[in-house]
Every structure is written in structure tokens, then in C-alpha cells.
């Protein structure tokens, strides 16, 4: 195995979860729900609630961006493995995460709920830290194979 052979998957997975840790950055700013009839807009990071304990959810998404940007970087070279699974793990929570917010504006009371950017931005983003999070996992498993290393 030359050292050619490691940096493979490496590129795609690093710009995987750098876009999707923006996306997600971005999706946590945006709003997420317009306010239905009422038209009160708010975002997962909303500073105009008159609740600051409210702004503490906007916690899990900008860490799950600094951890995907750690991972697609720093991480995918010394531990792949490790990488691979967090990626994954925190790829498809941050989709869930986002996504309730869409599906809340699809089903929710429209007086209240109403479609906003946001929830559709950080869903994306989250989904390409999981598709970066396949990508290493892919690419280690490919690296590792014996029918691989047999040729």
C-alpha cells in the first residue's frame, strides 16, 4: 500500500463535511419556521426570544460543524475509522435535528408553523456530513480489503 493509496477518499470526505458544517452553520441562522399567520420568524439561533435559555439548542448544531470540520480534516487522516463513525453519527442526527423543524412547518398549525429556508438548509448540511462520513468508511473499508491487497 503506497501513501497514495490512503489519501483516496480523503479530498471528497474533507469538502463533504467542510460544506456540510457550513451548511448546518448556516441552516442554524437562517430561520426555520416563518410564523404561520401570526408571521413571527424564528431560527434554531434566535436572540430576540425572550428566553435565553432557548438559545442553548443552537449549541448541538454549531458543535456538530466544528466537529465535522475536525473530523473531515484533522481526524480522517490519523483515525479513520473513528471519523468514519462519527461522522455518520453526527450526520444523521443534525438531518434529524433539521428536519423536525421542516416537518413542523408541513404539519403543524398554520397559524403558528410556516416554511422557512433554514430547516431545509441544515437538513442538507447534515446529510453531507453523513455522505462524508460513507465516503471515509468506504475508503478505509477499501484500503483494508484483502482481495484489495491481494492484487
Do not use: H, K
Not at 18 to 34: D, E, I, K, S, W
Not at 55 to 75: M, N
Not at 117 to 136: E, I, K, Q, S
Request: contains cysteine.
Amino acid at each position: 500500500m503506497t501513501a497514495a493509496d490512503g489519501v483516496e477518499g480523503r479530498r471528497p470526505a474533507a469538502v463533504l463535511a467542510l460544506v456540510g458544517a457550513g451548511l448546518v452553520v448556516a441552516g442554524t441562522f437562517l430561520p426555520v419556521n416563518g410564523g404561520g399567520d401570526f408571521g413571527y420568524r424564528y431560527a434554531v439561533f434566535d436572540r430576540s426570544l425572550e428566553q435565553p435559555t432557548l438559545l442553548l439548542v443552537a449549541v448541538e448544531p454549531l458543535a456538530v460543524a466544528a466537529c465535522a470540520a475536525g473530523c473531515g480534516l484533522v481526524l480522517g487522516r490519523r483515525a479513520p475509522i473513528l471519523a468514519a463513525g462519527l461522522l455518520i453519527a453526527f450526520g444523521f442526527q443534525t438531518l434529524l435535528f433539521f428536519l423536525a423543524y421542516v416537518g413542523a412547518t408541513i404539519f403543524g398549525d398554520p397559524n403558528y408553523d410556516s416554511f422557512e429556508p433554514g430547516g431545509v438548509v441544515g437538513a442538507l448540511g447534515g446529510a453531507l456530513v453523513l455522505a462524508a462520513g460513507v465516503v471515509v468508511l468506504l475508503g478505509t473499508m477499501r484500503r483494508t480489503s484483502p482481495e484489495m491487497n491481494a492484487v
